[in-house]
């Protein structure tokens, strides 16, 4: 209780220092450090703010990220005229985002993507998880990493971080193990979005962070994502059922809609409802296994949105990406700045493990044991393309 007043007061005093300290900041920083702003973001309980922290760079990209779900709230980039637009999808408030929006700008976890049936065996035992998406379990449970308050540490610098971090009970949504967790953000100077991710456990349990930000590098959020031009460095994919479950097999994208491997735009194929696989989806809605299997940085996926020349490259340690078109959004969600976001307004590229690795003992491990660390690597990085 007495922590709670002593951060409400903290919070209060944070919220009005940073008007003024906007101002100081403009005379006291250093030629290459923007302090990070802190401002309250809405009430989590009566007694407890989620705070929302401004990361600058001296390049004037500017990022948005809430404790609340470790949320990308807002993400500006420029495009080939210099002028900065927000390219992420979300709401201008927590209430927003409280609402149950779909994951907008979220980490994910304890499990991001879907098991099947939610259930899956570890060592002998069966563990059941809420199925809230149809007969499966998506991206964490009915409360997951993206609903929870993350407990964060501003880092100030010429590449300011925020580190957040949350312990997940054992049994929390069901999975076993007190799972530690924390996710650093960086902005650099190259305007590239660095999130870090790590954990650790003291039961064996299943593990599978990302984030879920969605994107419109147009601009505006006035424009389906459909003239976005894509490339994915990866030579298969993984069919899945009509329930969005990998059937297990790695199938050959070449003579498909799901060949990226150069360039293509998102329009172009994404209507082929001749192809199962597109319909099952609505689109894409699907996990490509990257060509480079290694737990190194490689090039995962690039977007280039041709009539701004915003050009979005991800890099990632993970095995595999998630291409999803927003194909569920149908135009209910009312978000930043009165947008409505309509069908396929906005484009995720979800770093990760293949979906239902629990239950498909051919698919690279999700399982995290006591004594080991998770650690996984993704980065967003904006340039601009004439
Ligand atoms: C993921 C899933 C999609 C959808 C979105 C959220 O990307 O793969 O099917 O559930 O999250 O709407």
């Not at 973001?41 to 007694?47: E, L, T």
């Not at 650099?188 to 599978?208: E, F, P």
């Not at 995962?300 to 291409?323: D, H, K, M, Y």
């Not at 690279?364 to 967003?380: A, F, I, R």
Request: net charge neutral; with cysteine.
């Amino acid at each position: 209780m007495k922590k709670n007043i002593l951060l409400v007061a903290g919070l209060l005093a944070g919220a009005m220092l940073t008007a003024c300290e906007s101002k100081k900041a403009e005379n006291t920083q250093t030629n290459d450090t923007l302090k990070i702003e802190q401002s309250v973001f809405g009430k989590v309980s009566d007694s407890t703010n989620a705070t929302l922290y401004t990361l600058k760079n001296q390049a004037g990209t500017e990022v948005k990220i809430s404790d609340f779900g470790g949320t990308i709230v807002s993400w500006t980039a420029a495009d080939k005229n210099g002028k900065f637009e927000d390219i992420t999808l979300g709401c201008d408030s927590l209430a927003g985002y409280q609402k149950g929006v779909p994951y907008f700008g979220a980490l994910i976890g304890r499990f991001g993507n879907r098991i099947a049936n939610g259930q899956f065996q570890l060592d002998g035992t069966t563990y059941t998880l809420a199925k809230n998406n149809g007969p499966n379990a998506l991206h964490g449970g009915l409360k997951g990493f993206d609903k929870v308050l993350w407990t964060a540490t501003p880092i100030d610098g010429d590449e300011p971080a925020l580190k957040l971090t949350y312990t997940a009970k054992d049994g929390e949504e069901g999975y076993p193990g007190n799972l530690s967790v924390e996710v650093i953000y960086t902005l650099t100077k190259d305007n590239s979005l660095k999130i870090d991710y790590k954990a650790t456990t003291d039961k064996a349990t299943v593990i599978n962070l990302t984030n879920h930000a969605y994107f419109n590098l147009k601009g505006g959020f006035n424009s389906d994502i459909l003239d976005h031009e894509v490339t994915l460095n990866a030579d298969k994919f993984l069919p899945v059922s009509k329930t969005l479950i990998p059937t297990g097999e790695l199938k050959a994208v070449a003579g498909t809609p799901f060949d990226f491997t150069k360039s293509t735009k998102i329009g172009s194929r994404i209507n082929d409802t001749s192809d199962e696989q597109i319909k099952f989806g609505g689109g894409y809605d699907h996990c490509w296994v990257l060509a480079d299997s290694s737990k190194n940085l490689k090039l995962a996926a690039s977007v280039l949105e041709p009539t701004s020349g915003r050009f979005l490259e991800v890099f990632t340690t993970e095995p595999a990406i998630q291409f999803y078109t927003g194909n569920f959004l149908d135009g209910t969600i009312v978000g930043k700045g009165g947008a409505v976001y309509k069908h396929r307004y906005g484009l995720c590229l979800e770093t990760q493990h293949y979906p239902n690795s629990p239950n498909q003992a051919s698919f690279p491990s999700t399982v995290l044991k006591p004594g080991e660390t998770y650690q996984t690597t993704t980065v967003y990085k904006f340039s601009v393309k004439k």
